[in-house]
């Protein structure tokens, strides 16, 4: 069976996309607790770290200056400004990710997306969605790290993201979390099985 101890396979890319709010972090924080070979793709970026965050977990903390450098030397899969900062994905460390067999996961926004499908030409693309705006809105607030200002920023950037939800593969809603989660630990699980992840199968079951 694809994932049999011994056998390698081809590393998956997952990339979840959402509306700023969602639960996003919660659900892939579920998911690598439980998968170990799912690795988390850490992203640079310009903005200031929350309360909690550790610069190299969550994000590479970076100024401007060394985002721009980055950028000039073609190190970031992809960039984007989202809610007025800079994001983008180290290239190098991807790479080397999945040469070590690893699964990978990235927290991108959907400009990203639609860059990452071109650089790597595979990945299993997710779109998550909150119930509705209102909840959005209530998990924004209860997760008191926003300003009034960044808050309104995100609500506004939220609807133009839905509006590109076409563009993504899988569509999960995250209303109740123990559903979400399963819903989202499915599509991982299906990716492992499909037949790109799992070349030499059918000379391995011959040949033996
Ligand atoms: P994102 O990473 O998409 O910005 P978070 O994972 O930080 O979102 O979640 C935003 C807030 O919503 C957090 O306070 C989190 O605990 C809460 N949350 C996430 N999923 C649910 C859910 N299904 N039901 C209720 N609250 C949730
Ligand atoms: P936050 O500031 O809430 O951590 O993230 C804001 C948005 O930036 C989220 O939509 C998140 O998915 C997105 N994001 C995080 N890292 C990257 C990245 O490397 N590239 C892109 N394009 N978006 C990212």
Redesign the pocket.
Known sequence: MAGEPGRSRQGILMVIS????????????RLRAEFPRLAFSVSYTTRAPRAGEQNGREYHFVDMETFIRLRDADELAEWAEVHGNFYGTSRPAVQAMLEQGLDVLF?IDVQGSRQLRQAFAQGAFIF?FPPSMR?LEQ??R????ETEESLAKRLANARRELEQADFFDYWIV????ES?YRDLRSVYQAEGLRKSCNAGLVEQVLAN
């Open positions: 959402a509306p700023s709010g969602t639960g996003k972090s919660t659900l892939i924080n927290d998550l909840v998990r924004l209860g997760r008191g790290t995250n209303n109740d979390l979400a």
